[in-house]
């Protein structure tokens, strides 16, 4: 069993982080096969080239590797701070060219880009963790939710991955060190239960 963790914070001492971290050593404990993946550490291009324009192979090995990964990945994960009600921009990137034509969704014999994909995504759950400093009440009061329509419709649901599970800590700026420990033995426990 596979699990891909991708986490995309430039503090590699942020919450993100940590919470990726619990997560990985829970499924290690669980005898899965990670995959873990700091998108900034590793300086994951997010621009695509022209060249990829049918965005179905890439020349960057690194690119090649994440999209064989999210292919065989039977758990997959997902941490990144809330930046203007979207994911950071290499998180961004990272999806336009991972979440790649005949990786995670393919379009039916005869049917056109104007149709409706399928998705070919394997695995059985996601789970996206988001961190904020933006109060939820005024969050929800004030821009709705457009994170859980992105990551539940628009990007998993399409490709394949029904079982979507999202969660979002904060405010992080002022949370203490009790707080933060709380949510990562919550992030522990989501974890255990999903593997």
Sequence with gaps: MLALIVVAN?????LSHAMASA??????????????????????DPIQPTGEDGNVGSSNMLVEQHCSELARADLILVFHPNWWGQPPAILKGWIDRVFRLNTAY????GVGFEGVPV??????IAIVVNTS??????????FG?????????????LCGVTNVVRRVYGPVSGSTAPQR????????TLVEKAA
């Design 10 to 14: 430039p503090s590699s001492k942020s």
């Design 23 to 44: 997560a990985e050593q829970v499924l290690v404990a669980r005898g899965y096969e990670t995959a873990f993946h700091d998108l900034y550490a590793e300086r994951f």
């Design 145 to 157: 939710d457009p994170l859980e329509t992105l990551w539940k419709k628009c990007i998993f649901g």
């Design 181 to 188: 420990a709380a949510w990562l033995a919550e992030i522990t």
């Design 133 to 142: 400093n933006t109060p939820a009440e005024r969050e929800a009061a004030a």
């Design 106 to 109: 393919a379009y039916p014999d």
């Design 119 to 124: 998705g070919l995504l394997r695995a059985r």
